[in-house]
C-alpha cells in the first residue's frame, strides 16, 4: 500500500494518534492504516468516527507490483553533480524489487527535483526536516528505521563529515543520526577532495563505526581536465551492493554440479530467407540457467534464436537449428544434469534452397519435411556419458498430462515438466507459467501439479527439487 499523507489534524487527534501508535509500537502512518482497516471492518464511514474534514488521506501512484513486499531502502541524495545518477539507481534498485522511499538534502535539490525521484519511487519525497506533515510524529525516525538499509548516494564530502561527527542539523543528517540500520556510502567528490587527509579520516571514522562503502571509482570528472578517484559507483554497482547486504548470499545447494541446459526455438532453414520456427521466448530456459548459478552449478546454456541477453557467469552458446543444438548438447557431456527446456523444431526441409524460393505459374513449390533428431530421447538413451539426471519438457495445447505421460514414457528421461502452451494461456513468449512435473516411483508416473507462478519462481521451485535430487554442496 502507499504511503499515508495526513493533513489536517486538531491537537488532540495528534495526541491521541501517538500515545496510540507508542503503545503498540508502531510508527503514525501505520496506525492510521490500523485504524481505516478496523473502520472498514465494522462498516463504519472513516468520517462518521473522525468527524467531517478532521482526516484528509491522499496518497501517490501505487508502488510497481513487482516491488511490492520486497526490502524497504531509504535513500539519502546528497548535493553533487553525480546526483543525476541517484535516479538510475531508483530504477535499479526497483528492479531488483526493492522498495525506495527517497529523502533530498537542499543542496541535491540543485540538481534533481523531488517530483522526478518521487515519479520514479512511486513514494512521496521527503526534505525538509521542520515538515508539518511528517515530523508530528518524529519522520526522521521512521525514515531511519522503517527500512532494510540506508544507502547514501552520492555521499558529498561534506555530507560525510557532518555524519562522521555527529551533527543532525537537516532531515538527512538528522535521519542517519537516528537509523539503527545498516548504512551504505557511494562516495563522490573530486579526486582533491577525496584525498584531503581530512576526508581520509572521516571514512576511516565512519568505517569503524560500521558504515559500509562502495566506490569511488576512477575516472574523469566532471571538472574540464580533472581526473582521478572519485567518481562515484555506477549505479548497477550500488544497486548490487545493496542487494548482497539486504539478502545475504544462500546456501549453494549445487556447488560442485554441472549443469546443461537448453533454451528457446531452433529455426529450420526452408531457403536463405525462410524458416521453420516457433514462439518460444526461451525466457523459462534463462530463467532455470540463473537459479542453477545462483544455487552453485556450472551452467552450460545452449540456446536457439532468442532476443534474450547472455546471463552472468554462465557459458552461452547459441545455435541455430535442431541439429546444432544436438551437436553442442553432446560437446557439453558430460554433465550431472540435463535440462531440455528448448522449443525443438520437429521438423526440417529436406533440402534447403540455395536460393530464395520463388512463387510460379504452377503455384508453391512442394516442401518435403524430414523428422529432426531427438535431443532429449537420444541423451536419455546413452549407453555412456549418459547425465545422473535427464528432464524433459513437454509443450502440449491439448489433453496436457495425457500427453506428457505418453512423452515420458517414450523419451525415457527421468522427470518431465509439462505446460499448456495453447494461445489462450500465454505461456508462450509471456512470463509466467503453470507446469507439472512427471517422475517416477517405481513403475507408477506421479504427477505434482504446481501453482501459476512466473517463470523465476518455476525455475527457482525446479532447481530446489533438483538440488534434492542430486545436490551436495553447501
Not at 392 to 415: M, P, Q, V, Y
Request: aromatic share 4%; with cysteine.
Amino acid at each position: 500500500m502507499a504511503s499515508l499523507t495526513i493533513r489536517k489534524l486538531d491537537d488532540a487527534l495528534k495526541a491521541y494518534l501517538r500515545l496510540r501508535s507508542a503503545k503498540n509500537g508502531r510508527s503514525v502512518e501505520e496506525e492510521v492504516r490500523v485504524i481505516l482497516r478496523e473502520l472498514a471492518d465494522a462498516g463504519t464511514e472513516p468520517t462518521e468516527a473522525l468527524g467531517a474534514g478532521s482526516l484528509a488521506v491522499t496518497a501517490p501512484a501505487p508502488r510497481a507490483a513487482s516491488a511490492a513486499g520486497g526490502p524497504k531502502v531509504t535513500l539519502i541524495i546528497g548535493g553533487g553533480i553525480a546526483a543525476y545518477k541517484a535516479l538510475d539507481l531508483i530504477r535499479r534498485l526497483k528492479e531488483r524489487h526493492i522498495q525506495v522511499r527517497c529523502v533530498l538534502t537542499k543542496a541535491a535539490q540543485q540538481f534533481v527535483t523531488p517530483l522526478a525521484a518521487s515519479a520514479l519511487s512511486h513514494e512521496r519525497v521527503y526534505t525538509d526536516l521542520f515538515d508539518a506533515e511528517s515530523e508530528f510524529d518524529a519522520g526522521h525516525i521512521r525514515l531511519a528505521r522503517d527500512c532494510d538499509l540506508i544507502v547514501v548516494a552520492p555521499a558529498t564530502a561534506d555530507l560525510m563529515a557532518k555524519m562522521a561527527q555527529g551533527h543532525a542539523d537537516d532531515l538527512a543528517t538528522a535521519t542517519l543520526l537516528a537509523a539503527n540500520r545498516p548504512i551504505l556510502l557511494a562516495p563522490a567528490m573530486n579526486p582533491l577532495m577525496w584525498n584531503n587527509p581530512a576526508t581520509g579520516r572521516n571514512v576511516l571514522q565512519l568505517r569503524r563505526d560500521g558504515v559500509h562503502t562502495v566506490g569511488p571509482n576512477a575516472g574523469e570528472m566532471a571538472e574540464a581536465g580533472e581526473a582521478g578517484v572519485g567518481r562515484m559507483a555506477e549505479p548497477t554497482e550500488i544497486a548490487a551492493a545493496a542487494d548482497r547486504m539486504l539478502r545475504p548470499p544462500q546456501p549453494r545447494p549445487l556447488a560442485g554440479k554441472r549443469v546443461l541446459i537448453t533454451a528457446g526455438p531452433t529455426h529450420e532453414a526452408i531457403d536463405p530467407v525462410r524458416y521453420i520456427a516457433n514462439r518460444s521466448s526461451g525466457k523459462q530456459g534463462f530463467a532455470i540457467a540463473a537459479a542453477a548459478r545462483a544455487a552453485g552449478a556450472e551452467v552450460v546454456l545452449v540456446t536457439g534464436p532468442v532476443e534474450l541477453d547472455d546471463p552472468q557467469g554462465i557459458a552461452v552458446m547459441r545455435v541455430e537449428s535442431a541439429r546444432d543444438m544436438l551437436h553442442r548438447v553432446e560437446a557439453a557431456l558430460p554433465v550431472d544434469v540435463a535440462i531440455f527446456a528448448a522449443a525443438v523444431a520437429d521438423w526440417r526441409v529436406a533440402s534447403e534452397g540455395s536460393q530464395k524460393l520463388k512463387k510460379t505459374a504452377a503455384g508453391m513449390p512442394p516442401l518435403q519435411l524430414v523428422e529432426n533428431p531427438d535431443i532429449l530421447a537420444t541423451i536419455s538413451k546413452l549407453k555412456e556419458k549418459r547425465p545422473p539426471l535427464v528432464i524433459g519438457f513437454a509443450a502440449e495445447t491439448e489433453h496436457l498430462i495425457e500427453n506428457a505421460k505418453a512423452k515420458f514414457a517414450r523419451k525415457g528421461c527421468d522427470w518431465i515438466v509439462a505446460n499448456d502452451v495453447s494461445p489462450a494461456t500465454g505461456v508462450m513468449g509471456g512470463d509466467r507459467n503453470t507446469v507439472h512435473l512427471l517422475s517416477r516411483e517405481g513403475k507408477d508416473v506421479t504427477v505434482d501439479s504446481w501453482p501459476v507462478m512466473t517463470k523465476e519462481e518455476v525455475a527457482t521451485a525446479l532447481v530446489s527439487r533438483i538440488a534434492r535430487q542430486v545436490g551436495t554442496g553447501s
